[in-house]
Protein backbone atom coordinates (compact mmCIF):
# COMPACT_ATOMS: atom_id res chain seq x y z
CA UNK A 1 0.00 0.00 0.00
CA UNK A 2 0.82 3.51 -0.47
CA UNK A 3 -0.36 6.79 0.54
CA UNK A 4 -0.44 10.38 -1.70
CA UNK A 5 0.25 13.86 0.48
CA UNK A 6 -1.34 16.70 -1.23
CA UNK A 7 -0.95 20.74 -0.51
CA UNK A 8 -2.61 23.43 -1.62
CA UNK A 9 -1.26 26.95 -2.31
CA UNK A 10 -3.29 29.52 -2.87
CA UNK A 11 -3.18 31.55 -6.02
CA UNK A 12 -3.81 34.90 -6.37
CA UNK A 13 -7.16 35.63 -8.19
CA UNK A 14 -6.55 36.10 -12.41
CA UNK A 15 -8.76 38.13 -14.53
CA UNK A 16 -11.70 36.35 -15.73
CA UNK A 17 -10.79 36.45 -19.61
CA UNK A 18 -14.31 37.89 -21.72
CA UNK A 19 -15.36 34.50 -23.81
CA UNK A 20 -14.89 34.32 -27.02
CA UNK A 21 -17.61 33.88 -29.56
CA UNK A 22 -18.81 29.97 -30.66
CA UNK A 23 -17.73 30.14 -33.99
CA UNK A 24 -20.91 29.35 -36.32
CA UNK A 25 -21.29 25.66 -37.44
CA UNK A 26 -21.73 24.77 -40.88
CA UNK A 27 -24.06 21.94 -42.14
CA UNK A 28 -21.70 18.86 -42.97
CA UNK A 29 -23.08 18.34 -47.00
CA UNK A 30 -24.62 14.94 -47.31
CA UNK A 31 -22.01 12.26 -49.02
CA UNK A 32 -23.00 11.37 -52.56
CA UNK A 33 -24.45 8.01 -52.87
CA UNK A 34 -23.01 5.21 -50.57
CA UNK A 35 -21.68 2.33 -52.69
CA UNK A 36 -23.42 -0.89 -51.65
CA UNK A 37 -20.79 -3.61 -50.59
CA UNK A 38 -21.13 -6.34 -53.41
CA UNK A 39 -21.48 -9.93 -52.47
CA UNK A 40 -18.72 -11.91 -51.16
CA UNK A 41 -18.07 -15.08 -52.80
CA UNK A 42 -19.14 -18.25 -50.98
CA UNK A 43 -15.77 -20.31 -50.16
CA UNK A 44 -16.28 -23.64 -52.15
CA UNK A 45 -16.49 -26.65 -49.73
CA UNK A 46 -13.83 -29.03 -48.61
CA UNK A 47 -14.77 -32.29 -49.01
CA UNK A 48 -14.86 -34.18 -45.23
CA UNK A 49 -12.37 -37.01 -45.56
CA UNK A 50 -13.57 -40.45 -45.32
CA UNK A 51 -14.36 -41.45 -41.81
CA UNK A 52 -11.75 -43.71 -40.39
CA UNK A 53 -13.65 -47.34 -39.23
CA UNK A 54 -13.56 -47.14 -35.48
CA UNK A 55 -10.76 -49.66 -33.85
CA UNK A 56 -12.87 -53.28 -32.08
CA UNK A 57 -12.70 -54.60 -28.92
CA UNK A 58 -12.31 -58.15 -29.63
CA UNK A 59 -12.05 -59.25 -25.73
CA UNK A 60 -11.80 -57.15 -22.97
CA UNK A 61 -11.88 -60.33 -20.69
CA UNK A 62 -14.06 -58.97 -18.54
CA UNK A 63 -16.79 -60.99 -16.73
CA UNK A 64 -19.04 -63.08 -17.62
CA UNK A 65 -16.87 -64.34 -20.68
CA UNK A 66 -16.98 -67.42 -22.53
CA UNK A 67 -14.38 -69.86 -21.32
CA UNK A 68 -10.85 -70.50 -22.04
CA UNK A 69 -9.66 -73.19 -23.51
CA UNK A 70 -6.13 -75.00 -23.38
CA UNK A 71 -4.57 -77.65 -25.23
CA UNK A 72 -1.28 -79.22 -24.29
CA UNK A 73 1.13 -82.09 -25.69
CA UNK A 74 1.58 -85.64 -24.32
CA UNK A 75 4.89 -84.57 -22.58
CA UNK A 76 4.08 -82.79 -19.50
CA UNK A 77 2.98 -79.48 -20.45
CA UNK A 78 0.29 -77.30 -19.33
CA UNK A 79 -1.52 -74.58 -18.50
CA UNK A 80 -3.33 -72.85 -16.56
CA UNK A 81 -5.91 -69.84 -18.54
CA UNK A 82 -8.23 -68.24 -16.39
CA UNK A 83 -9.54 -64.64 -15.41
CA UNK A 84 -7.77 -62.44 -13.03
CA UNK A 85 -8.85 -59.67 -10.95
CA UNK A 86 -5.78 -59.02 -9.42
CA UNK A 87 -3.81 -57.13 -12.36
CA UNK A 88 -6.40 -55.32 -15.37
CA UNK A 89 -5.16 -53.18 -17.69
CA UNK A 90 -8.93 -51.77 -18.03
CA UNK A 91 -11.55 -52.84 -16.30
CA UNK A 92 -11.99 -55.47 -13.88
CA UNK A 93 -10.61 -58.36 -15.02
CA UNK A 94 -7.68 -59.68 -17.48
CA UNK A 95 -6.43 -63.39 -18.58
CA UNK A 96 -3.76 -64.83 -16.79
CA UNK A 97 -1.93 -67.60 -19.23
CA UNK A 98 0.54 -69.91 -16.59
CA UNK A 99 2.87 -72.11 -19.00
CA UNK A 100 4.62 -75.07 -17.54
CA UNK A 101 6.41 -76.85 -21.13
CA UNK A 102 9.06 -79.24 -21.19
CA UNK A 103 11.31 -79.54 -23.62
CA UNK A 104 9.78 -79.84 -27.16
CA UNK A 105 6.64 -79.38 -25.93
CA UNK A 106 4.01 -76.80 -26.20
CA UNK A 107 0.58 -75.12 -24.16
CA UNK A 108 -1.80 -72.65 -25.15
CA UNK A 109 -4.40 -70.71 -24.09
CA UNK A 110 -6.72 -69.79 -27.36
CA UNK A 111 -10.48 -68.34 -27.53
CA UNK A 112 -11.94 -70.78 -29.48
CA UNK A 113 -15.39 -69.48 -31.36
CA UNK A 114 -16.65 -72.72 -32.61
CA UNK A 115 -18.30 -73.78 -29.53
CA UNK A 116 -20.77 -70.74 -30.30
CA UNK A 117 -21.19 -72.42 -34.12
CA UNK A 118 -19.99 -70.46 -36.14
CA UNK A 119 -16.52 -69.00 -37.40
CA UNK A 120 -15.55 -65.47 -36.04
CA UNK A 121 -15.19 -62.84 -39.13
CA UNK A 122 -11.83 -60.77 -38.63
CA UNK A 123 -11.94 -59.62 -42.47
CA UNK A 124 -13.01 -56.07 -42.07
CA UNK A 125 -9.41 -55.32 -40.07
CA UNK A 126 -6.03 -54.72 -40.80
CA UNK A 127 -4.67 -56.46 -38.25
CA UNK A 128 -5.04 -56.84 -34.19
CA UNK A 129 -3.40 -55.32 -31.22
CA UNK A 130 -3.18 -56.29 -27.26
CA UNK A 131 -1.74 -55.18 -23.90
CA UNK A 132 0.55 -57.56 -22.04
CA UNK A 133 2.41 -58.18 -19.23
CA UNK A 134 4.72 -61.42 -17.97
CA UNK A 135 6.92 -61.74 -15.09
CA UNK A 136 9.65 -62.37 -16.94
CA UNK A 137 11.33 -60.33 -19.45
CA UNK A 138 12.66 -62.28 -22.74
CA UNK A 139 10.13 -64.66 -23.10
CA UNK A 140 9.32 -66.53 -26.43
CA UNK A 141 5.80 -65.75 -27.58
CA UNK A 142 3.54 -66.28 -30.68
CA UNK A 143 -0.20 -64.81 -30.97
CA UNK A 144 -1.87 -67.42 -33.09
CA UNK A 145 -4.82 -67.75 -35.22
CA UNK A 146 -6.45 -70.73 -36.51
CA UNK A 147 -7.92 -70.95 -39.88
CA UNK A 148 -11.30 -73.57 -40.25
CA UNK A 149 -11.43 -76.70 -39.06
CA UNK A 150 -9.55 -78.93 -38.76
CA UNK A 151 -7.71 -76.27 -40.35
CA UNK A 152 -4.79 -74.38 -40.81
CA UNK A 153 -2.54 -72.14 -38.05
CA UNK A 154 -1.11 -69.01 -38.67
CA UNK A 155 1.07 -66.81 -36.35
CA UNK A 156 3.25 -63.65 -35.15
CA UNK A 157 6.01 -64.07 -33.02
CA UNK A 158 7.08 -61.49 -30.04
CA UNK A 159 9.53 -61.61 -26.69
CA UNK A 160 8.45 -60.33 -23.29
CA UNK A 161 10.30 -57.12 -23.26
CA UNK A 162 12.01 -55.45 -19.77
CA UNK A 163 9.36 -52.94 -19.80
CA UNK A 164 6.46 -56.00 -20.18
CA UNK A 165 7.93 -57.45 -17.61
CA UNK A 166 7.63 -54.30 -14.86
CA UNK A 167 4.26 -52.55 -16.50
CA UNK A 168 1.35 -53.62 -19.22
CA UNK A 169 3.06 -52.78 -22.65
CA UNK A 170 1.10 -52.76 -26.42
CA UNK A 171 1.87 -55.27 -29.27
CA UNK A 172 0.33 -54.61 -32.40
CA UNK A 173 0.56 -56.92 -35.61
CA UNK A 174 -1.32 -56.29 -39.01
CA UNK A 175 -2.41 -59.42 -40.65
CA UNK A 176 0.32 -59.45 -43.63
CA UNK A 177 2.60 -59.96 -40.49
CA UNK A 178 1.10 -63.35 -40.23
CA UNK A 179 3.20 -66.52 -41.34
CA UNK A 180 2.51 -70.25 -41.30
CA UNK A 181 2.96 -71.60 -38.45
CA UNK A 182 6.40 -73.82 -37.90
CA UNK A 183 4.99 -76.82 -36.80
CA UNK A 184 2.67 -76.99 -40.14
CA UNK A 185 3.20 -79.42 -42.83
CA UNK A 186 0.61 -78.90 -44.90
CA UNK A 187 -1.62 -75.72 -45.59
CA UNK A 188 -5.16 -77.06 -45.30
CA UNK A 189 -6.73 -73.49 -45.65
CA UNK A 190 -5.32 -70.30 -46.66
CA UNK A 191 -5.43 -67.50 -44.37
CA UNK A 192 -9.14 -66.42 -45.05
CA UNK A 193 -10.23 -63.97 -42.53
CA UNK A 194 -13.35 -64.72 -42.55
CA UNK A 195 -13.03 -68.17 -41.15
CA UNK A 196 -11.42 -67.65 -37.65
CA UNK A 197 -11.70 -70.93 -35.83
CA UNK A 198 -9.85 -69.78 -32.48
CA UNK A 199 -7.26 -67.48 -31.66
CA UNK A 200 -4.93 -67.39 -28.87
CA UNK A 201 -1.38 -67.34 -26.86
CA UNK A 202 1.41 -69.92 -26.39
CA UNK A 203 5.40 -70.08 -25.79
CA UNK A 204 6.93 -70.15 -28.90
CA UNK A 205 7.65 -73.92 -30.09
CA UNK A 206 10.41 -73.56 -32.44
CA UNK A 207 12.43 -71.91 -29.92
CA UNK A 208 11.19 -74.59 -26.91
CA UNK A 209 13.85 -76.71 -26.76
CA UNK A 210 14.46 -76.68 -22.41
CA UNK A 211 11.54 -76.54 -20.43
CA UNK A 212 10.26 -73.16 -19.11
CA UNK A 213 7.70 -71.52 -16.99
CA UNK A 214 6.38 -68.42 -16.82
CA UNK A 215 2.82 -66.27 -16.44
CA UNK A 216 1.45 -64.32 -19.38
CA UNK A 217 -1.36 -61.47 -18.86
CA UNK A 218 -3.15 -60.26 -21.77
CA UNK A 219 -6.01 -57.49 -21.79
CA UNK A 220 -7.80 -55.23 -24.24
CA UNK A 221 -7.42 -57.45 -27.67
CA UNK A 222 -8.64 -55.10 -30.29
CA UNK A 223 -9.19 -55.67 -34.09
CA UNK A 224 -7.34 -52.30 -35.76
CA UNK A 225 -7.96 -50.85 -38.60
CA UNK A 226 -5.00 -48.67 -40.53
Not at 45 to 64: C, H, I, M, N
Request: contains cysteine; glycine residues 4%.
Amino acid sequence: MFSLSCSFVALAPTATPAPTPAPTLTATPEPTGTPVPTDTPSPTDTPSPSPTPADVLLDGFERPQPELYLQTDELGSSALCEYDSNMPHSGSYAARFTYDVQADGFASCLRWYLPNGAYADFSDADGISFWYRANKADQPIVLFIHIGDPGTTYTAAFRTTKAGARDWVQQTFTFDEFTLASWMTTVLEPFDLTRVNSYGFEPDPSDSKTADSFVLWVDDVYLIHR
